[in-house]
C-alpha cells in the first residue's frame, strides 16, 4: 500500500490542495483569520528525537496569520484492511 500513500502525499504537498481543503473543512476559520494561500508554507519534515533518532513526519505546513501562528501535521494512512489496533 506504499504506493497509495506516496500518491496521496503527493497530491497533499500541493500547497494549492490543501489550501482547498481547508476551505472546505475550516472556511470559518480561514475567514477569521482572513488566511490566504500565500500565509501557507511547507516545512522540513525530518526532526531529531531527544534520544538522537531520526524522525520523519508525512507532510508538515505553517500557516502564519496576522496575528498568529499555526502548524499543521497532515499524517497520510491508507489501509485496504481493517486493523483493530
Given at each position: 500500500?506504499?504506493r497509495?500513500?506516496?500518491i496521496?502525499k ?7 490542495i ?6 472546505f ?8 483569520h ?9 516545512e522540513?519534515?525530518e526532526?531529531?528525537?531527544s534520544?538522537l533518532?531520526t ?10 496569520a496576522?496575528?498568529?501562528e499555526?502548524?499543521?501535521y497532515?499524517?497520510?494512512?491508507h489501509q ?6
Amino acid at each position: 500500500m506504499q504506493r497509495f500513500d506516496a500518491i496521496f502525499k503527493l497530491i497533499f504537498s500541493d500547497k494549492h490542495i490543501f489550501f482547498e481543503f481547508l476551505q472546505f473543512f475550516l472556511p470559518d476559520l480561514i475567514q477569521k483569520h482572513k488566511i490566504t494561500i500565500d500565509d501557507i508554507s511547507m516545512e522540513k519534515t525530518e526532526f531529531m528525537s531527544s534520544d538522537l533518532k531520526t524522525k520523519r513526519s508525512d507532510i508538515l505546513y505553517r500557516i502564519k496569520a496576522k496575528r498568529y501562528e499555526a502548524y499543521v501535521y497532515v499524517l497520510l494512512e491508507h489501509q485496504s484492511r481493517r486493523d483493530y489496533k
